[in-house]
């Protein structure tokens, strides 16, 4: 029963996920990477795609992960719709029950502590994600150097434009800026 | 039934016009909610942020449930989490059949390889970004390089862990140690929380910075 499956797996992934988007990221790789749902390759477009569309990362990656799960089972649009309602679900449901019973969650001790807790083990799992994913880039067959090329060329516009003006380059801007490196260099290589 | 209508709508335009995430969410709930709108006031969204924050699940998700909630009830977090969901299903439900043909065409393919490595950055980033802002006392750095060690060796000698376990040490230790070093350790308990406090404020400042600048650059 892959639907089922589908909004078990991202009903998982709502309910672990603390800090935003990015959090998500390492959760989603593991779960849909192990069940080989979906090529890693793919799973980066789609990450690309995410940041590049409107809407919070973790809905655009539940439609999509469910719906080309979806339509291997028979259908997309049920696929999405599991995969979209089981992300969401678990927030849903904590939020009404804290904002209906618990007017001081975010204040009670308990709460700081755990957060404390898990705050740094989330910021490890975003590290790990992104230096095991430089070494998917960089490491294929043969050492990759265009890939190492260009992931330096992106960071130092990032970086430069930061500097300048104090600002974060914005996702959008980064994916238009690569995927122009991405026709220009691996059109001539 | 007509508040229902404006939650839903203007949670449908917050989920329409945000780009990159939770965090850019917030200025946007911000102007909709309080600035235009008056369903909140600052301390509220305040609030709200401090509630989506520490608990799991989106951002956007948790504070559109919240702001539906207080508004209207369960159905009003039904109509705005709806509204805020509804504009990403649509735009990548659609994407998701395209993307297989877009993928066939040469230039399009050599683009995608461009964004990958931008997703690389982008995620680095982002973590480098939770890093800087993040306490740094003992028990934090040796999590964080836990998390860090398991899930590369692991991965590296092909020994699948999910993440979840890892998430559930980081709580339970959280619990135990800041519950029961406290005696010891009141003063410096008390500091970083008052900062916490601070960095939600300065965030929302932040955005509001942001907001005007935004503004400007569109004048």
């Given at each position: 029963m ?9 009903f ?11 959090a ?5 790789q593991q779960e849909?990477?192990?069940?080989s749902w979906?090529?890693?390759?793919m799973?980066?477009n789609?990450?690309?795609?995410s940041?590049?569309?409107?809407g919070?990362i973790a809905i655009?990656?539940a439609?999509f992960?469910?719906?080309t799960?979806?339509k291997?089972g028979g259908s997309?649009l049920?696929g999405s719709?599991v995969?979209?309602?089981g992300v ?9 029950i ?10 009670s001790?308990?709460v700081?502590n755990?957060l404390?807790g898990?705050k740094?083990v ?5 590290l790990?994600?992104?230096a095991?994913?430089?070494y998917?880039?960089?490491?294929q067959?043969?050492?990759?150097y265009v890939?190492?090329i260009?992931?330096?060329?992106i960071?130092?516009?990032?970086f430069?434009?930061k ?9 959008i801007?980064?994916i238009l800026i690569?995927s122009g490196f ?6 001539v290589? | 039934m007509k ?8 949670f449908f335009?917050?989920?329409l016009?945000t780009f990159g995430?939770?965090y ?7 102007s909709?909610?309080?600035?235009k ?9 305040l609030e709200i942020v401090?509630?989506?924050e520490s608990?799991?699940g ?10 539906g909630?207080k ?15 509804l504009?990403?299903?649509l735009?990548?439900?659609?994407i998701?059949?395209f ?6 065409i040469?230039l ?6 461009g964004i990958?490595?931008a997703v ?11 890093l800087k802002?993040a306490?740094?006392n003992?028990v ?15 991965n590296?000698?092909g020994i699948k862990i ?7 040490v ?6 135990f140690?800041?519950t029961?070093?406290k005696?010891q350790k009141e003063?410096?308990?008390t500091?970083?929380?008052q900062?916490?406090?601070c960095d939600?404020v300065e ?5 509001d910075e ?5 503004k400007?650059?569109s004048?």
């Amino acid at each position: 029963m892959i639907f089922l499956e589908l909004f078990w797996t991202f009903f998982k992934i709502g309910l672990f996920t603390f800090g935003g988007g990015y959090a998500m990221i390492p959760l989603i790789q593991q779960e849909v990477l192990s069940k080989s749902w979906i090529e890693e390759g793919m799973l980066y477009n789609f990450i690309g795609i995410s940041e590049a569309t409107p809407g919070p990362i973790a809905i655009n990656m539940a439609t999509f992960v469910g719906s080309t799960v979806g339509k291997m089972g028979g259908s997309a649009l049920l696929g999405s719709i599991v995969a979209t309602l089981g992300v969401v679900l678990p927030s849903f449901v904590i939020i009404i029950i804290i904002a209906a019973l618990l007017k001081n969650f975010s204040k009670s001790k308990a709460v700081k502590n755990v957060l404390g807790g898990i705050k740094p083990v989330v910021i490890g799992l975003i590290l790990g994600a992104g230096a095991l994913l430089v070494y998917s880039n960089l490491f294929q067959e043969k050492f990759d150097y265009v890939s190492l090329i260009m992931m330096i060329a992106i960071a130092a516009c990032a970086f430069v434009y930061k500097k300048i003006t104090k600002k974060d380059l914005s996702p959008i801007i980064m994916i238009l800026i690569s995927s122009g490196f991405g026709m220009i260099v691996y059109s001539v290589f | 039934m007509k508040k229902l209508l404006s939650l839903f709508i203007t949670f449908f335009k917050i989920g329409l016009f945000t780009f990159g995430g939770g965090y850019a969410m917030i200025s946007l709930i911000e102007s909709e909610t309080v600035s235009k709108k008056g369903w909140l006031n600052a301390d509220e969204l305040l609030e709200i942020v401090a509630v989506a924050e520490s608990t799991p699940g989106p951002i956007a998700i948790n504070c559109a449930t919240y702001v539906g909630y207080k508004r209207a009830g369960v159905l009003g977090s039904f109509f705005a989490t709806l509204g805020v969901v509804l504009p990403s299903f649509l735009i990548i439900f659609a994407i998701s059949f395209f993307i297989d043909e877009f993928l066939k065409i040469e230039l399009v393919a050599s683009a995608f390889k461009g964004i990958q490595a931008a997703v690389v950055v982008l995620i680095l980033r982002a973590g480098l970004k939770m890093l800087k802002k993040a306490k740094k006392n003992f028990v934090s750095i040796v999590l964080l390089v836990f998390a860090l060690g398991v899930t590369i060796t692991f991965n590296l000698i092909g020994i699948k862990i999910s993440s979840i376990y890892l998430i559930l040490v980081g709580g339970v230790v959280g619990f135990f140690y800041y519950t029961y070093s406290k005696d010891q350790k009141e003063k410096q308990d008390t500091l970083p929380k008052q900062n916490d406090n601070c960095d939600k404020v300065e965030a929302v400042i932040d955005n509001d910075e942001l907001n005007a600048q935004s503004k400007e650059e569109s004048l």
